[in-house]
């Protein structure tokens, strides 16, 4: 067993009412007793799809020592059986979370089990709007081969933004534009105050952005860092902050993050005047 994220279930606020269940696709929670029961850690993948169902408020992300996620075993005990809906919204789950590693096990059981879903139409539509576990604002998003060239074609600056999304708490710290990748930590405010922010600091990198002032239950922040260093295996990380006392807190949860991670990565500072001039800029 190893510690990582999953559910906890509050029974004090369970009121049995069952509406967890059905948005749980891996089958990890049922009702026993009058209460919602997490009956496995292995069926658990800790993304978090039940939880804005249950009325009551009683689910919650922990961390803790759990079995480890099987995402064949799930696919060939819970998902399969439940059918070929199931199956699609679990697909297009772990695609929304950016989880490839599960997403292309869970292909694999399909076709060794001979199952047939079309992909690209049930998964991968670019033309549907809606998504089964969240807004359009927290879907998972890798368009850098759109932005190669400096201009679009009338001739305007392109954007250097390769992904979406991009605030810390909404990306997925595996998602497939963090993986090998040189990646951005920027405060807020850094973009509003460097004119060429895009094609000087952006440019050929991912970018997660930040408030360590004013964004709330920053303590996730620690651990995606950490799962970005340690999982995505992310390259380099720069982190701009801007002179304010308040940012300096960004550049303190990054160098954390390496101290907790197992890998070893280089970090760059970069601290921006508040008139948009750069006051520093060095490897630490």
Known sequence: MAKRKIIKIVEKKCNGCGACVPNCPEGAIQIIDGKARLISDIFCDGLGACIGNCPQDAIEIIEREAEQYDEKKTMRENIIKAGEKTIIAHLKHLNDHGETKYFKQAVEVLKEERIEIDLNKEI??????????GCLGSK?????REHDSGTDESGTRASRLRQWPVQLHLVPPNATYFQGKDVVLSADCVGYSLGDFHNDYLKGRSLSIACPKLDSNTDVYLDKLVSMIDNAKINTLTVMTMEVPCCSGLLSLAKKATENAKRKIPIKSIVVSVKGEILKEEWI
């Open 140 to 144: 998972v998003m890798d368009f850098s």
């Open 124 to 133: 991968c539509d670019k033309k549907k709007d809606k998504l089964p576990c």
